[in-house]
């Protein structure tokens, strides 16, 4: 029924003789499966990361290319990495820290983010900008299409998790 059965079970008499062709029965199938289901999730998670890359990099690359932001690849190409590779290499780096976000949200144990204070599950919580992200198609105005709201949100989040957030109830 616990931890401790499965335990128990996995390392019980049947689990553990060898059947046919000298080759235990459960343990196999249960290496198989865990196996097959790896292989599945592997390339869908590698699919799903190299997708929100690719988002992530062509949102800056819409941000640089209007007029207003008088930027060019050129201005933020380091000497020695070529700016593809260094447009990915932050995209990846954002999308882990946003990664990070939800793991320490799943987890208000450890204390990283105040997860379990209403204020902040109302303000700045990813489930609350998972709302806003989903709502997009209802906005009307430009300026909430192509505004900075959500980039702000995640850069509280992230200064909370660098430089640490008040203690709940102070």
Not at 22 to 44: C, F, P, Y
Not at 149 to 160: A, G, P
């Amino acid at each position: 029924q616990g931890e401790l059965a499965t335990i128990a079970a996995l390392f019980s008499l049947e689990a553990l003789r060898p059947g046919e062709n000298d080759q235990s029965r459960a343990i196999d199938g249960l290496l198989k499966s865990s196996s097959d289901s790896a292989a599945g999730v592997s390339s869908e998670l590698r699919y799903g990361l190299q997708r929100s890359v690719e988002i992530i990099a062509n949102e800056v690359l819409a941000r640089m290319a209007e007029p207003k932001n008088n930027v060019t690849p050129a201005d933020i190409a380091s000497p020695k990495i070529p700016f593809a590779r260094e447009l990915t290499r932050e995209s990846l780096r954002y999308l882990y820290r946003i990664l990070f976000l939800l793991y320490a949200e799943a987890r208000p144990e450890l204390g990283i983010l105040p997860a379990d204070d209403g204020t902040y599950e109302a303000g700045y919580s990813m489930a609350r900008l998972r709302e806003l992200v989903e709502r997009d198609e209802e906005l009307v105005e430009e300026e909430a299409k192509n505004g900075f709201h959500l980039f702000q949100s995640l850069d509280v989040l992230f200064n909370k998790v660098n430089f640490g957030h008040r203690a709940y109830g102070t």
